[in-house]
Nanobody, 124 residues
Framework: QVQLVESGGGKVQPGESLNLSCKVS????????IGWFRQAPGKERDFVAT????????LYEDPVKGRFTISRDNAENTVYLEMNSLRPEDTAVYYC?????????????????WGQGTQVTVFS
């Protein structure tokens, strides 16, 4: 059974950091691109970052460039999203997703499996 489980969300103040994890099971992470998406209240789910199957390529949406870092440890079947200098506008539910692809994948419809999400709240 394919499963992705996010963790690491929480409530922080602006400027602080959080590290999200996405633990996968039921498939071999090696063959999958992994993406992080987020959905703010009342808004559509948006792409945040993606990483290729071997970790050598990454892509970020403009608002998080230089603040967020996506990485992966295939041996641990885990993908990470390090979030620094958090802002109130980063408040959202964060989801990880898997796409069976050797390429970077940044469109939601190409992702096959999704986690349940983890809440990130940045408040003053």
């Amino acid at each position: 059974q394919v499963q992705l489980v996010e963790s690491g969300g929480g409530k922080v103040q602006p400027g602080e950091s959080l590290n999200l994890s996405c633990k996968v099971s039921g498939f071999t992470l090696d063959y999958y691109a992994i993406g992080w998406f987020r959905q703010a209240p009342g808004k559509e789910r948006d792409f945040v970052a993606t990483i290729s199957w071997n970790g050598r390529s990454t892509l970020y949406e403009d608002p998080v460039k230089g603040r967020f870092t996506i990485s992966r440890d295939n041996a641990e079947n885990t993908v990470y999203l390090e979030m620094n200098s958090l802002r109130p506008e980063d408040t959202a539910v964060y989801y990880c997703a898997a796409s069976e692809s050797y390429m970077l994948v940044y469109t939601e419809d190409r992702y096959d499996s999704w986690g349940q999400g983890t809440q990130v709240t940045v408040f003053s």
